[in-house]
C-alpha cells in the first residue's frame, strides 16, 4: 500500500527530528499540554471516517475502535494535564551552604528530554499504541521528537492519524518535525531507526521477538540507548481454595469473557489458570466450557497473527500431558480464530517450559495442581509478567504467604479478585513487568509515569536565578511541587 | 593476597543471597534504615587501622581517606533517612469509583526490590564507591540483597569493611546473607557474576571498558538485567570571553587545584579546557602553568593505572597539533605521575576523537578555539559527560544561547563558575550523565535517587486494605509522601 521509506528519506528524517528537538525541548510545558490536546481534538475531529478504516484493516468491531479511540484521546488529554502539573521531572532542590566546607553550592534538579524518540506501531491497539498513541504521547510530554514507524497492518489508518497529529503540529505552532511519520515492513528500517546515532530512545509494544530484537539493536550501538519494550505476557491466574469452595462458577462466568475479549488479542489475556485439583475446579471447568461455548470463533486482526495463533495452540496441545477441554468449532470461513481451553497439571507444567509460552489469542492452559506447595513451585517457575492474579478470600492470602512473594516476584501489576484485561489509564497503573514481559521493569508504558521513560535528570549547579529554568527559579513561578533540602512542597 | 572464589563457591553465595532477598525485601523501612545506620557506626569503629590499611593498598594520604570515610558514613546515614522518608517509592494511588463503565478498580502503587545485586568495588574510592559505598547503600535501601567483589587494588581494606558490614548484619538481626564479600581477579568471575540468574542489577565505577563489559554481559542474559556503570568522563570546561577578561589568572589558579586534585584520580576531573584564543587565553595560561609549577609528582592508586596514564598521556601528546604547555619533572622513583598540560586548536581538537577521550590522572588539555562558532562545534562534537563547566559572566551566558544548547545536551551536571571535582552528597546531586559517562543517563550514582536504580513499581489492583503493604493502606500509617488521585500530600 505505502512505499517503505528509502535509507536516503530517513537520514533526512532524522536529522530534522534532531533540529526540531533543539527547539522542542525549550518549549514550556503549559505549550507542550496545549500541543497535545490540539492532537487529541484533531483525532475526534476524524470522525467515522477513521474508525471504518480502521475496522477495515483491523477487522476490529466499530465499538471496540470506538472506545479505544476514546481512551487515546484521554491519555493525550491526561498525560497533557500531567505534562503542565510536573511532578513527572521529580525536582529537587539543595540550597547552598557558603560556610560548609567544603562550601555547599546551590543545586536545583530538572529533568531534560532525550532526543528523538522512535515509536514502533502496535497491530493490536491501532490509536493507543500506535501512532497517537501512549509512547508517543509520553514522548510529546517529556520534551522529545517522535519518528512513528506505522504498523503495516493498519498502515491507512496510521496514515490518518497522521495527518491529524500534523495538523495540530501546524495549528500549534511547533517545529513541523516534532512528529514525523514513516512506513518501513522491512526489517533494515527498523534496524537503521534503532541504530540512527540521532534515535535517542525506543517505544515499542509487539511480540517478544520483535522486542528482543529492537533491545538488542539498541544496546549494540556505540552509545547504547533505551529500548522499552512492552513484549507482552501469560498473566497467571490462581484460584485458591476458599475462594473457590463458593465461587468456582461466578469466577469461571468473569475468566470466560476476559480470555476472548477481543479475540484474546491483549498482552493482559489470563494465559494460565492454576487451580488446585479436585471437585471445586471441576466445577470451574465445566462452568467455563459452558459459557466459552457461547462464544463465537472470531476474525483476529490480520493472517499473520491468525497464523501463529493456530501454530502456537497446535504446539501447546500437542505437548505430552495436555488435552483439549473445549474447541469451539468454527463453521465461517471468515474467521480465523476460534477460542481454546487447555488443561495439564502441575507437574507437567513445571517441567515443560513449552506451556508457560504466551499463545497470543482466545486461549487459556488450566493447570490443575496436587496442592498448595505444587502451586507455588508454578509461580517460582514462572518468567517475568505483567500482571498476576488471585482468586482468593483474605483468609486465602493469609494462608499462603509463601505463594503470595513467589507471586509478588513475578509481576509488575498484582490483582485481588478482578480480572487482568482492562487497564486503566491513571497516574497509579503499573505496566511493566520484569523481563520479558518489558525490557526494563522500571518503567510503565501506561499512565503518566511513561513520560519518565524518555527524560532523564540535570542538574544546574551555582546557576544565577535568573537564567534558570522557570521551574527552578526561586519563585517557583510554574507553581510545581519541588523538594527542597529534603522537603516536599510548593514553597 | 586473597584466593579466587570458586564458581562452586559463587554459586552457594549467590543461593543464599536470593533466599535472603526473600525474608530482606518484606523488612521494614525503619528496619532497613537503622540496619544501614549501623554499618555506619562499625565503619567509624574500625578507627585508624582501617585508613592506615587504606593508605597501603592505595597511597591515598590520610586526610583524604579520613574524609572519604566521613562522606561514606554520611552517605549511609542520609539514604537510610531518605529509606525512611519513602519519597523514593513514588507511591501513588487511585481510588476506585464503581460507577465508572466499566468500574475503576483500586490501585496502589509503591516500589519493590528488584533481587540481589552485584557491586563492583572502584579502585579510586575505596570507601566511598566500594565495599560499603553508594552503591551497596542505594542496592540495601531498597531492600537488596548485596554481593560485593572487592577491588583488586585494595582487597585488605575490602576485607576490614566487609567485617564492619558483617558485624551490623548480625547485631541487626538481618538475614546473614543479606551481604556477601568476595575476592575475584579472574574476568571469568566478573561474567559469571553479572550473568547468574539470581542477580537482578549490577552497580559499577570505574573505566569505560570494564563498565561496557558489565553492560555488555547484563543485556547478553535471556533475561537482561540493570547495569548501572558510571564509566568516567573529560568533563569540558568552557572559557567565555567576558568573564576571562576579568578574571583569567583567577580561573587558572580555580583550576589547577581541580585538574591535579587527588592526583587527577575522579571521574569530575576536567580532562578537556575550551578557550577563544588571544590576550586572555595566554594569560590563563601563564597563570595555569604557573600554579600547576607548584604541585609535586606524586604515587598513583596503584601500578596499572599509573601505567595507563603514562601510555595515554603519551598517545595524546603524540598526535599532530598537540603540544604540551607545562609537564612536572619526576625526581622521585617512589612516584609515579605527574601534571601535565597539553594544547591544541579546536579545528585540530575537532578533527581528532583520540583527543577527546579520558585520560585518567592529572592532566588537562586546552583547547585553543578560533571563535564561538568553533567552541560550540567543539561542544557538539564531545560524547556524553557527567558534568560540564561555564566560566562565565551572566552576559555571557545570554549571548551564546546555541553553546548552551548544545552542552545542555551532552551533560548531567550543568556547572556555572564553580569546579566539577567535588560532588556534593544530596537529593538534588544528579552523577550520571548520557552515554559513556553512564550506561543509564536516567540514574544516579550519588544522592539518594541512586535508590530507584534497584526497585521496581509494583501496583496492587483492588486488595483489601488490611493486606497491603503498610504504606499503601488507607490510614497512611507510615506517614509517607503519596500521590492520591494525582494530587500529592500525606493524607
Known sequence: MFKDISLDELESVMKKAWDAFAVYRNISLQKRAAFMKAIAVELEACGDALLHTAMEETHLPEARLRGERTRTIFQLNSYADACARGEWMEISIDTAIAGKVPPKPDLRKTKTALGPVVVFGASNFPFAYSTAGGDTACALAAGCPVIVKAHPAHSRTS???????????????????????????????????????????????????????LFDWGNQRKDPIPVFAEMGSVNPVFLLQEKMKDDAADVAKMYAGSI????????????????????????????????????????????????????????????????????????????????????????????????????????????????????????????????????????????????????????????????????????????????????????????????????????????????????????????????????????
Not at 500549534?172 to 540521532?198: N, R
Not at 489469542?361 to 508454578?378: F, H, Q
Not at 482468586?391 to 478482578?418: H, P, S, Y
Open 159 to 213: 496514515e490518518m492519524v497522521a495527518g491529524a497529529v500534523l495538523k495540530a503540529v501546524k495549528n500549534s505552532g511547533m517545529p513541523d518535525a516534532v512528529f514525523a511519520h514513516l512506513h518501513g515492513a522491512a526489517q533494515s528500517i527498523g534496524e537503521a531507526l534503532v541504530k540512527h546515532p540521532y534515535t535517542k530512545a525506543v517505544g515499542f509494544t509487539g511480540s517478544y521477538g520483535g522486542g528482543r530484537q
Open 260 to 491: 476472548t475479549l477481543g479475540v484474546g488479542q491483549f498482552c493482559t489475556n489470563p494465559g494460565i489458570i492454576i487451580g488446585i485439583k479436585g471437585d471445586d475446579l471441576d466445577k470451574f471447568m465445566t462452568a467455563l466450557s459452558e459459557e466459552i461455548k457461547k462464544i463465537p470463533a472470531a476474525k483476529m486482526l490480520h493472517e499473520g497473527i491468525a497464523k501463529s495463533f493456530a501454530e502456537k495452540k497446535e504446539s501447546a496441545t500437542s505437548q505430552t500431558g495436555v488435552k483439549t477441554i473445549i474447541e469451539i468449532e468454527n463453521n465461517d470461513p471468515a474467521n480465523n480464530a476460534a477460542p481454546v481451553i487447555n488443561f495439564t497439571s502441575g507437574s507437567n507444567f513445571i517441567a515443560n517450559p513449552k506451556l508457560h509460552e504466551e499463545v497470543f489469542g482466545p486461549y487459556s492452559i488450566i493447570v490443575a495442581c496436587a496442592d498448595m506447595n505444587e502451586m507455588t513451585n508454578v509461580a517460582k517457575n514462572l518468567e517475568g509478567q505483567l500482571s498476576a492474579t488471585l482468586m482468593a478470600t483474605e483468609q486465602d492470602i493469609i494462608d499462603n504467604k509463601e505463594l503470595l512473594e513467589a507471586v509478588k516476584n513475578i509481576c509488575g501489576r498484582f490483582i485481588i479478585n478482578n480480572v487482568p484485561t482492562g487497564v486503566e489509564v491513571c497516574l497509579s497503573m503499573h505496566h511493566g513487568g520484569p523481563f520479558p514481559a518489558t525490557t526494563d521493569s522500571r518503567f510503565t508504558s501506561v499512565g503518566a509515569d511513561g513520560i519518565k521513560r524518555f527524560a532523564r535528570p540535570i542538574v544546574y549547579q551555582n546557576w544565577p536565578d535568573n537564567l534558570l529554568p522557570d521551574e527552578l527559579k526561586h519563585s517557583n513561578p510554574l507553581n510545581v511541587w519541588r523538594t527542597i533540602n529534603d522537603v516536599p512542597g510548593k514553597a
